[in-house]
């Protein structure tokens, strides 16, 4: 089995290693533009030894950003910018992933920071209408949005797929598609977000096609030899919503329509979901897909220590690990845990640092 140190083979692509900084929004974008925070921001975990960056969502239509700060990839004016950072990135070894998104029900929302964070930000102070598949509001406040009409539901598919072609030229090296946490994607596969009696919902079959032929477009919008994941709530914690037994299904599917790897997160479908949070505890999805669908995965969630993170790659349970906010705390957390391990393969650090910290000996 391989260890965390070891380089991944995903298609065309080899990571070299097994860490990937988890998506996170930053907001800090004006009209969707990359500026220098995201430069610094994901540059400073690519020298720090990590071995996938992940941009935060990024949203493929304007009314697809979570906030109005939201980074963005629906203009080709937004593609400079990010071409910086993957030039960056590729130059310290390490690869980038864009995630795409789309926030649905949950757009237009204040940053967390704001006096009143994630409270609806009206159209008439630069907010939007939220969609999504039916006209049900999440939780007790915003709008209800607008359900999609068919026409609707094919073009914020082809948005994905103009998108990812953006994605290309701007450099990045695979593409992740996010269909987790209550956003546009998800709000179809979950029955708690979707009502809709039509080819998009209702049973199975149809909640999940919104997923595959966003899969399909992409797919045929990105070159052959690019890995594609997808993010998904692999539960909703919650009666009557999406569960584990569905992800195992979709994600066969998915690994026939040409995704590489499940990156594999829950919950965001219902305010009253009870979720077991605790470390490691997203890791059991990860390796029941990996084991039942036969598909690569990816483990995220209170994921903090070297030898935790070492353990599901050796053990099998997954064959990437995602970090969050401990990569948040500390950029260099990949060298740390490379020392704590003892680990054979070369330093995962830039030269720059690695000459210094070989002169004082330290
Ligand atoms: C500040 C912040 C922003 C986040 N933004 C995103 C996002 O844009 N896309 C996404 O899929 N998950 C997002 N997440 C979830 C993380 O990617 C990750 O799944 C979650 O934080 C659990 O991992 P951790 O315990 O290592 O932080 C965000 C989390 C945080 C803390």
Known sequence: MPTLFDPFPLRGLTLKNRIALSPMCQYSSEDGFATDWHLAHLGARAVGGVGLILTEATGV??????????????????????????????????????QLAHAGVKASRQRPWNSHPNAFVPVAEGGWMPVGPSALRFGEDGPVPESLSIEAIHAVRESFAAAARRAVEAGFDLVELHFAHGYLGHSFLSPLMNTR???????????????????????????????????????????????????VEVARLLARDGVDLIDCSSGGASRAAKIAAAPGYQVPFAERIRRDAGVPTGAVGMITEAKQADDIVRHGQADLVLLGRELLRDPYWPLRAWTSLSASPPAPIAKEYAWALAETKR
Do not use: Q
């Open 61 to 98: 239509e304007a009314r697809g950003r979570i906030t109005p700060n939201c980074l963005g990839i629906w203009k080709d004016e937004h593609i400079p910018g990010l071409r910086k950072v993957t030039d960056f990135l590729r130059a310290r070894g390490a690869a980038s992933g864009i």
């Open 197 to 247: 009696t039509d080819a998009y919902g209702g049973p199975f079959d149809h909640r999940v096609s919104f997923l595959r032929e966003t899969v399909k477009a992409v797919r045929e919008a990105i070159p052959s030899s690019m890995p594609l994941l997808v993010r998904l709530s692999c539960s909703d914690w919650a009666d009557g919503g999406w569960t584990i037994d569905d992800s």
